[in-house]
């Protein structure tokens, strides 16, 4: 699915990334590190908005 173990993505997270393509393929392009800081930051947002906007980032 990933290259990180499903279990480490929060729920959130993995939702957000299923309905954007473009971001979807930009985490999977990122190496270990890169993947691990955006998770690390999905884990710390509070709300749906924030996610989106996280997740998006990702796509450009």
């Not at 393509?21 to 690390?40: C, M, P, R, S, T």
Request: glycine share 6%; no cysteine.
């Amino acid at each position: 699915m990933y290259g990180k173990a499903s279990s480490e993505l929060p729920l959130g997270f993995s939702m957000a990334l299923a309905h954007n393509v473009k971001a979807f393929n930009a985490f999977l392009a990122l190496d270990d590190k890169k993947q691990d800081e955006i998770i690390e930051k999905s884990r710390h947002v509070q709300t749906k908005r924030e996610m989106q906007q996280l997740v998006d980032n990702i796509g450009g």
